[in-house]
């Protein structure tokens, strides 16, 4: 079974970098599958961050491109999402998820919530 | 403001069929992407419930359909239960912005 988990501060300082992990356990992240992130702000909507192809190639959510970069470590069997400049507005739940059928988000991790604030 | 609408709320008694829309427009549902749906309860991770429009996964029961039309796309709950009361997202991608884009969510209450 794909199992999932995010890790990583649960506070950051506005204006910094925010930093997540995500651990990959039952599959490698050198399979042939999109890995990505969604984030949920307190009392809103879903939103799509960005994903990686285990080539390396990424796609990102352009209202955040410019803030935004996704990584992975074949060797660690886990991918990363750095944030930039981030502000309170960047406060949410933040989930690492990897496609499944239909090119759907199938295997979600259970989701961090991060909270900038000084 | 998502590019996917849907009605914040929706309500129905036990038992009964209730239906979620979710519109969009020519550069993501009309333009023949095709629409999947979520369940979200708090504090867990969202389930898929629909995809490629239509089709369930696995372990999803047959009180769960999807369907779409020109530029729009629905969700109907047959049978309505208790544990059915969670927020559902439709998602689906749009080419014009090269993003994958939720529906702003709806909450449905079970009675």
């Known amino acids: 079974q794909v199992q999932l988990q995010e890790s990583g501060p649960g506070l950051v300082q506005p204006s910094g970098t925010l930093s997540l992990t995500c651990g990959v356990s039952?599959?490698?992240?050198?399979?042939?599958?999109?890995w990505g992130w969604v984030r949920q702000p307190p009392g809103k909507g879903l939103e799509w961050i960005g994903e990686?192809?285990?080539?390396?190639?990424?796609n990102y959510n352009p209202f955040l491109k410019s803030r935004v970069t996704i990584s992975m470590d074949k060797s660690k069997n886990q991918f990363s999402l750095r944030l930039n400049s981030v502000t309170a507005a960047d406060t949410a739940v933040y989930y690492c998820?990897?496609?499944?059928?239909?090119?759907?988000?199938?295997?979600w991790g259970q989701g961090t919530l991060v909270t900038v604030s000084s | 403001q998502s590019m996917l609408t849907q009605p914040p709320s929706v309500s129905g008694a036990p038992g009964q069929r209730v239906t979620i829309s979710c519109t969009g427009s020519s550069s993501n549902i009309g333009a023949d992407y095709d629409v999947l749906w979520y369940q979200h309860l708090p504090g867990t991770a969202p389930k898929l419930l629909i995809y490629g429009n239509t089709n369930r996964p696995s372990g999803v029961p047959d009180r769960f359909s999807g369907s779409k039309s020109g530029t729009s796309a629905s969700l109907a709950i047959t049978g309505l239960q208790a544990e059915d009361e969670a927020d559902y997202y439709c998602?689906?991608?749009?080419?014009?912005?090269?993003?994958?884009?939720f529906g702003g969510g709806t909450k449905l209450t079970v009675l």
């Open positions: 039952g599959d490698s992240i050198s399979s042939s599958n999109w």
């Open positions: 998820a990897r496609e499944g059928v239909g090119s759907s988000w199938y295997f």
């Open positions: 990686i192809y285990h080539t390396g190639s990424t």
């Open positions: 998602q689906s991608y749009d080419i014009s912005l090269r993003l994958r884009v």
